[in-house]
């Protein structure tokens, strides 16, 4: 399987504190990509990073990249209660034009 | 703009039904995907259209019809439904200009239950 994984498969934080979560995947890839999914919704895409990128912010949210390691993680600083959220890593690797490959996910819950 | 629309929202079928999950998305985007979501196993790709004419395989095609009806329409078809097809159907769009610049934009899912 191309999918990536998640770790921790579930996080419990306090409000105010960070949350971290990792995404490991097998092959070279050309994009990596964080979505957020809400109990009972679709998706929402975050953050992309490219392969050739080392680390990107947007916001609270800071994502890094080691394509070395073949891995990805998401930090989110400061959560809140509405960062409560499954979330997702998602590879584009570079052999499979343009099909995305989805991760397991790590629930999140932000305690307030 | 809606987005990306998906209908039903809800479905319970008997195992051998047919039906047909509907998507469409209003942001001109040239690909569309479906995706299954299953309790721990993430997001995985049933087919996928790169654009208005052509359509692929994904990673867990079996069991699936696709068409892409026009650049906003991308249908699915269950023939005969097993309970192995229970699960949670995204439909997801994307202006595809090149690699390693897009995101995919979600609908709201359908649940389908094969009983």
């Known amino acids: 399987s191309q999918q990536g994984e998640e770790d921790p498969q579930a996080l419990s934080i306090q409000e105010g504190e960070n949350a971290t979560m990792n995404c490991s995947y097998k092959?070279?890839?050309?994009?990596l990509q964080w979505y957020r999914q809400n109990s009972g919704r679709g998706l929402v895409h975050l953050i992309l990073?490219?392969?050739?990128?080392r680390e990107k912010h947007s916001g609270r949210l800071r994502v890094t990249l080691d394509t070395s390691k073949k891995s990805s993680s998401l930090l989110i600083t400061a959560s809140r209660a509405a960062d409560t959220a499954s979330y997702f890593c998602?590879?584009?690797?570079?052999?499979?034009?343009?099909?995305?490959?989805f991760g397991t996910g790590t629930s999140l819950t932000v305690i307030p | 703009n809606a987005g990306v629309t998906q209908t039903p929202k809800f479905q319970v079928l008997k195992t051998g039904q047919s039906m047909t999950l509907q998507c469409a998305q209003d942001m001109n985007h040239n690909s569309m995907y479906w995706y299954r979501q299953d309790p721990g196993m993430g997001l995985r790709l049933i087919y996928y259209?790169?654009?208005?004419?052509?359509?692929d395989k994904g990673e867990v095609p079996n069991g699936y019809n696709v068409s892409r009806l026009n650049k906003r329409e991308f249908s699915l078809r269950l023939e005969s439904a097993a309970p192995s097809q229970t699960s949670v159907y995204f439909c997801?769009?994307?202006?595809?200009?090149?690699?390693?610049?897009?995101?995919?934009?979600f609908g709201p899912g359908t649940r389908l239950t094969v009983l």
């Open positions: 092959t070279s890839i050309n994009n």
């Open positions: 990073i490219r392969s050739n990128e």
């Open positions: 997801a769009s994307e202006y595809w200009l090149a690699v390693g610049t897009d995101t995919q934009y």
């Open positions: 259209s790169a654009s208005e004419g052509t359509t």
């Open positions: 998602a590879t584009c690797p570079s052999e499979a034009g343009n099909q995305f490959y």
